[in-house]
T-cell receptor
């Protein structure tokens, strides 16, 4: 059974600081997804990582994938309040068109 | 349509009643997924449709839950004899070739 673990589950950080969210998974996969969810809203796709060593960046967020270590990271640079949300990673073990398995999410709060 | 559409957005029902939740996926997306998200939790997979294949029902929590997808498009999730523990946000997603999973805005179900 595929397990996806995120840590930390809760993160309070000051504006301007850097931090990394980790996503470990238990079964071989070369597809990993990061989503953002604002309170009361649905999931917004942030990144799709499709191969070992993939790195993608959008604004203050950068995601990477190490399939050998079964690890993805979401790095936050110089956090701003607007980044406050819950971030989920999800893994697809069959490489497409099959259900994603989600981590429990990391609730990020950026404070002044 | 441009996105995944779910209805209703909110549903309050009495314990013991049946409810139907609707999902209209992105046109052309062959796969459709239902997930459940309880308060403050991650996403729990419920059921998945891929093309004309038999659905994967492995995530349904009990036989009170069922879903169908008509004409390879619209899907309905039915919960019979609702219980308070069924209260959650029910999210639908669709995908094509696994390169992007798009989520609807969800149906918030409250069983009183």
């Amino acid at each position: 059974e595929l397990k996806v673990e995120q840590n930390p589950l809760f993160l309070s950080m000051q504006e301007g600081k850097n931090y990394t969210i980790y996503c470990n998974y238990s079964t071989t996969s070369d597809r990993l997804y990061w989503y953002r969810q604002d309170p009361g809203k649905s999931l917004e796709s942030l990144f799709v990582l499709l191969s070992n060593g993939a790195v993608k960046q959008e604004g203050r967020l950068m995601a990477s994938l190490d399939t050998k270590a079964r690890l993805s990271t979401l790095h936050i640079t110089a956090a701003v309040h607007d980044l406050s949300a819950t971030y989920f990673c999800a893994v697809d073990i069959y490489s497409g068109n099959t259900p994603l398995v989600f981590g429990k999410g990391t609730r990020l709060s950026v404070i002044a | 349509g441009a996105g995944v559409s779910q209805s209703p957005s909110n549903k309050v029902t009495e314990k013991g009643k049946d409810v139907e939740l609707r999902c209209d996926p992105i046109s052309g997306h062959t796969a459709l997924y239902w997930y459940r998200q309880s308060l403050g939790q991650g996403l729990e997979f419920l059921i998945y449709f891929q093309g004309n294949s038999a659905p994967d029902k492995s995530g349904l929590p009990s036989d009170r839950f069922s879903a169908e997808r008509t004409g390879g498009s619209v899907s309905t999730l039915t919960i019979q004899r609702t219980q308070q523990e069924d209260s959650a946000v029910y999210l639908c997603a669709s995908s094509f070739e696994g390169y992007g999973y798009t989520f609807g805005s969800g149906t918030r179900l409250t069983v009183v």
